[in-house]
């Protein structure tokens, strides 16, 4: 049954959409990842212009972060102090990344940037996970017993503005959580994805935040830098496809579940090896279209939309 | 049926006039659902003669950009704006036009791709050999989107007078106001002609949510935000015992 997507201007089989939203919803809730880095390049591979892609995967991850957070809410996994500071550079980054979208956009880069970001991102993070994975299969059972110190002091954390986390029981500037965000957001807003995978190891190593806030505290700023990013690009570029969202939604509020259950039969360092091998496959085939030589050199844009609505790869 | 009744009809013009013709609608209404479209063209000339028909979207601006390789990595670069360029073209004819339209006359009613008026914006400083390809560029990405077709559609006559085509829209057609031109050629003169319009229309759902995205930007903004927060906390709830 197709189904017609009022702002991407095209026609797209509904069950698909559902079907990638089950998919990608399966693998985030398998390896608790927010899966926008994945859905994002497959909405491009589908054939929805990527300035419609990215915008409306914001939209998308929204939605998937309110329904993520509760859970953690409950378990009062999220440092809310933390949370607010995380925020606040991630509204001035991802507003920054929005007009950085459109001045792009109108130099006819934007795809151009869209791809070399996911190529840079997704390479530096599915090697250091493979990495990672890798070294924890060799030495599961070998128990590392040393005790470590709550975190380690290094010199961001010493800059101006020193501010008490208790929840993360942290004493540390809040320049660094702000500058995190910031970046963060610039992401966001330009790659379509919510940020978690950049967010996740920077709280974890150079914040020192304690593992079970991290999750739970970046999930809720997610929410407002989407919620930012969507308003936004709503309002400045016309891109974001609520209809798109929602169907994308639906099936991926069902996919987390199956695929929450399916992680529990898996190990961990399985899991993230598997995903490393995935966000690699994904990396590599972005890479491609960038170097094999198109079939078209030629590509057509209506400067009316901005959107490219024709070329080879 | 009824169609036999308007082709009747029809005839009985024709008299007065050298080619009558309509379509079987004059809206096309891009649903929710839509998968593209198929109208009928009809008509009827006064005697002999070759029957050619061209439909033309709306003119608007078109950009077409090049790649090139830097780096290993193909980005774009050169670009040329096209002022006016119709969004859809479509020509049939009962034979092919080059066997009994002129030259001059192919040239000046611009029957076929290789004669449509598209040129560049003045301040464009690319070199004439260089315009021919960003040119040949623009219909073969046109082509290759489906909106224009590098041959010659079919017109058939039902006996001497009568003729029809049918006239195919794809799913991707763009909106606006189109022209059906149809042209009666006897011995390389046009005796008749007649032009038809169409409107090609979003309708329904998916025309309020784009109509609504564009003029009330932020508020759609906001709206979508609240969708989503809904759909997840609703998500949320339904899952609670996990």
Not at chain 1, 28 to 34: C, I, N, P, Q, T
Not at chain 1, 109 to 118: C, E, N, R, S, T
Not at chain 2, 209 to 215: E, G, P, Q, S, T
Request: hydrophobic content about 50%.
């Amino acid at each position: 049954m197709q189904v017609y997507l009022p702002i991407a201007e095209i026609s797209v089989n509904v069950f698909y959409l559902l079907g990638l939203g089950g998919l990608v919803g399966a693998l985030s809730g398998l390896f608790g990842v927010g899966g926008g880095f994945l859905m994002t390049p497959f909405l491009i591979f589908t054939g929805i212009p990527p300035a419609v892609a990215v915008a409306t995967e914001a939209n998308q991850i929204l939605g998937a972060s309110v329904s993520g957070v509760f859970a953690h809410w409950r378990r009062s996994n999220v440092d809310f102090k933390m949370g607010f500071i995380l925020l606040a550079g991630g509204l001035v980054g991802s507003s920054f990344g929005v007009w950085l979208f459109s001045v792009l956009r109108g130099f006819g880069q934007i795809d151009l940037v869209i791809a070399l970001a996911y190529v840079v991102f997704l390479s530096v993070i599915g090697a250091l996970m493979l990495v990672e994975s890798g070294r924890a299969m060799f030495r599961h059972r070998r128990r590392e017993a040393a005790q470590r110190k709550l975190h380690k002091h290094i010199w961001l954390h010493g800059l101006p503005l020193k501010t008490r986390f208790r929840k993360s029981k942290l004493y540390i500037s809040a320049l660094l959580p702000a500058g995190i965000g910031f970046f963060v957001g610039i992401l966001a807003a330009i790659m379509g994805v919510g940020g978690g995978f950049v967010m996740v190891p920077a709280m974890i190593y150079l914040i020192g935040m304690p593992t079970s806030m991290v999750v739970g505290t970046s999930l809720f700023q997610i929410i407002f830098v989407t919620a930012n990013v969507t308003i936004l690009q709503a309002y400045y570029n016309q891109t974001v496809d609520a209809f798109l969202a929602l169907l994308l939604l639906v099936g991926g509020v069902i996919g987390a579940q199956i695929g929450t259950r399916a992680g529990s039969f898996l190990r961990g360092e399985q899991l993230r090896g598997l995903l490393a091998l995935v966000v690699l496959g994904v990396c590599a085939r972005i890479f491609f279209d960038l170097v094999a030589t198109p079939d078209d050199l030629f590509s057509l844009v209506s400067p009316t939309t901005s959107t490219a609505s024709s070329g080879g790869r | 049926m009824l169609a036999v009744m308007f082709l009747l009809t029809a005839t009985a013009t024709a008299r007065a006039e050298a080619l009558v013709a309509d379509l079987s609608s004059h809206l096309i209404a891009i649903t929710t659902g839509f998968q593209g479209s198929e109208l009928l063209l009809f008509g009827a000339t006064d005697g002999d003669g070759d029957v050619v028909v061209l439909v033309r979207g709306p003119e608007e601006p078109l950009k077409v950009r090049r790649k090139d390789r830097i780096g290993g990595i193909w980005v774009n670069r050169e670009e040329v704006t096209f002022e006016k360029v119709p969004v859809f073209f479509r020509m049939a004819s009962n034979r092919p036009v080059g066997d009994f339209v002129p030259y001059a006359l192919l040239s000046r009613h611009q029957l076929g791709l290789s004669f449509l008026e598209i040129s560049a914006a003045a301040e464009e400083s690319v070199a004439q050999a260089e315009m021919v390809s960003f040119r040949a560029a623009l219909i073969r990405g046109k082509t290759r989107e489906g909106l224009y077709a590098p041959g010659e559609g079919k017109v058939t006559f039902l006996g001497e007078r009568l003729f029809r085509t049918n006239v195919v829209f794809p799913p991707n057609v763009p909106t606006g106001t189109y022209t059906i031109e149809v042209f009666l050629i006897r011995d390389g003169h046009v005796v008749g002609a007649q032009t038809t319009p169409l409107i090609v229309s979003k309708v329904g759902l998916g025309a309020e949510v784009f109509l609504f995205a564009h003029r009330h930007a932020a508020f759609y903004g906001i709206l979508s935000v609240i969708l989503a927060m809904l759909a997840g906390w609703l998500g949320a709830v339904a899952f609670r015992r996990v």
